[in-house]
């Protein structure tokens, strides 16, 4: 078993930054693929981004490219994600996950993980 807590979310201007933490505990947190999805309201859960185990491979959906950055730490077990330039867009409940997917596999599927968090809530102004 895996456990995943996110943090950082909150209420931000449009045009503002907040970066999310994910921390996790349970298994061997440096062998898990890592991504972030968010979930609108009335909207389906979508792909953010992902970051494979060794933390070189990076992944973003094309609404947040150039503005996300996803990073891990493995010394502390812990993902993030970097957001900056804000849309009202942008508003939903993240989510962070966790999978053990070999490198041939894609990362963009929730059905991919294995493991997820209760969410945080980010809500950006106009």
């Known amino acids: 078993q895996v456990q995943l807590v996110e943090s950082g979310g909150g209420l931000v201007q449009a045009g503002g930054s907040l970066r999310l933490s994910c921390a996790a505990s349970g298994r061997t947190f440096s062998n898990y693929a890592m991504g972030w999805f968010r979930q609108a309201p009335g909207k389906e859960r979508e792909f953010v981004a992902a970051i494979r185990s060794s933390g070189l491979t990076t992944y973003y959906a094309d609404s947040v490219k150039g503005r996300f950055t996803i990073s891990r730490d493995n010394a502390k077990n812990t993902m993030y994600l970097q957001m900056s330039s804000l849309k009202p867009e942008d508003t939903a409940v993240y989510y962070c996950?966790?999978?053990?997917?070999?490198?041939?596999?894609?990362?963009?599927?929730?059905?991919?993980?294995?493991?997820w968090g209760q969410g945080t809530q980010v809500t950006v102004s106009s």
């Open positions: 996950d966790a999978g053990l997917i070999p490198a041939i596999v894609g990362v963009t599927t929730a059905r991919q993980y294995d493991y």
